[in-house]
């Protein structure tokens, strides 16, 4: 039983996929709009208007043929076999289908009423396609529709009242004005109650579908951002570990380091795990600055040159970059160190070869100069007191000597004073 329920299940799959291929002719009816939804609806309605119009018809066919009715048993069939080649036919569009299906409910409906006297059918075929018309047509075509149906119904009316001789009269005129009059009224409200269910339908689906489209293009640029950030994280990531200059990450809060690269752990010995468990203060020597740099820090807040003590204990002075960020949520510093020693060194050099020159101008001014002035003293003096050996070269370059040796002292003196102007 399994078995053949499954089998079943498959023949019924694969005949709504026959059927439905047919109708559209492979095209696609799953995009969500009101159209579709039409469309899907009547591939639904001919699903199953095929298989159980044809076991209708032939109970009618055996029914009629008993009673001798032969024509309305070939005209039955002949409606069936109609409508199952055209729905069929691949050639012929969505749209023509509906009508053709249109069409031939009315053309049953009328002949059933008109020619054969089943009032009763024609009345439930022709309210049928009122609310056929209703669901797969306008507004406009709606309520013509209902027009249209209310117009035959006069018709056969006043044909019922006249007494047309050809026109069977199975009924009474009374009995199809009410009969009639109800079946209007209830055909009304049927298309009234359908088609203020599609308005809000097509509202509420344009909604979604904007609000869809919204929400695609919102996605869109949350895509382009991820994608922004993720290359910026890459670019961040690249700067910030590959660089060759030190850099490290510590929260302004706890002052503990959160994030270092090699180069800081290159640089100052430590291994990446001991200067992530350090504080700032730490790895800074408790904030204490080289004191020939002091001022260096009051010129902006961004940039400061401090000394750092390395894993062995050996000092070196590095120029700090920092900037404030937001780093997993907390309020962070980047810091970009630049060692600067080699250039201390160099400056402390200079500063100390500054300080032996004013030592050696000052021994020149005070110590050379002295004993220089007593030379100078003696020779004026011989001068004044033995004129007749002023020509001797003795004297003359003992002078001269003198003089010279007073000149350098005085560009040496020179040359100590300027770096103590600067």
Same mark, same amino acid.
């Given at each position: ?59 009618? #066919? @055996? /029914? ?7 024509? %309305?048993? $070939? ?5 069936? &076999?109609? +409508? ?19 069409? #031939? @409910? /009315? ?7 008109? %020619?054969? $006297? ?5 009345? &439930?075929? +022709? ?296």
């Amino acid at each position: 039983m399994e078995i053949r329920a499954q089998t079943i299940l498959q023949w019924w799959t694969n005949y709504k996929r026959y059927v439905a291929n047919n109708l559209t002719n492979g095209q696609d009816t799953a995009q969500p709009s009101v159209n579709n939804w039409q469309d899907n609806l009547f591939i639904s309605l001919v699903i199953y208007i095929i298989p159980f119009s044809i076991l209708a018809v032939i109970s009618c #066919i @055996a /029914v009629e043929t008993r009673m001798g009715h032969y024509v %309305i048993s $070939g005209f039955d069939m002949f409606t069936i &076999i109609t +409508l199952v080649i055209l729905m069929l036919n691949r050639r012929i569009s969505l749209g023509i289908k509906k009508l053709i299906l249109l069409v #031939i @409910a /009315v053309a049953f409906s009328l002949v059933s009423a008109i %020619i054969f $006297g089943y009032y009763v059918v024609g009345a &439930i075929y +022709l309210f049928g396609v009122g609310i056929f018309v209703a669901y797969q047509f306008s507004t406009v075509y709606a309520y013509l529709g209902l027009l249209s149906n209310l117009l035959i119904w006069t018709i056969i009316g006043l044909c019922l009242y006249y007494h047309i001789t050809w026109f069977p009269a199975s009924i009474t005129i009374e009995k199809y004005i009410i009969f009639i009059s109800n079946l209007s009224f209830l055909n009304l409200i049927m298309v009234i109650i359908i088609r203020q269910t599609l308005v809000n339908l097509d509202r509420s689906i344009l909604e979604e579908s904007i609000l869809h489209n919204r929400l695609q293009k919102e996605l869109a640029e949350v895509a382009q951002l991820n994608v922004k950030l993720r290359e910026s994280e890459a670019h961040y990531k690249a700067l910030f570990f590959l660089s060759p200059l030190p850099k490290w990450i510590y929260d302004i809060k706890s002052r503990k380091i959160i994030q270092v690269n090699k180069a800081a752990v290159t640089a100052f010995g430590y291994s990446e795990d001991e200067l992530l468990t350090m504080n700032i203060s730490k790895l800074t020597n408790g904030n204490r600055q080289n004191s020939s740099y002091s001022n260096a820090r009051q010129a902006t807040s961004a940039a400061i040159y401090r000394q750092l003590i390395k894993k062995n204990g050996e000092a070196c002075y590095v120029e700090i970059n920092w900037t404030s960020i937001l780093f997993e949520g907390k309020s962070s510093r980047i810091v970009i160190a630049c060692d600067i020693t080699d250039r201390i060194n160099y400056l402390e050099e200079i500063e100390h070869q500054n300080t032996k020159l004013k030592e050696i101008a000052f021994m020149q001014t005070h110590v050379v100069r002295s004993p220089l002035t007593k030379i100078m003293a003696l020779s004026d003096l011989i001068r004044a007191e033995y004129h007749q050996f002023q020509e001797e070269p003795l004297f003359i370059n003992l002078n001269k000597s003198a003089n010279e040796l007073d000149q350098v002292i005085h560009k040496i003196i020179k040359h100590g004073e300027k770096p103590s102007a600067t």
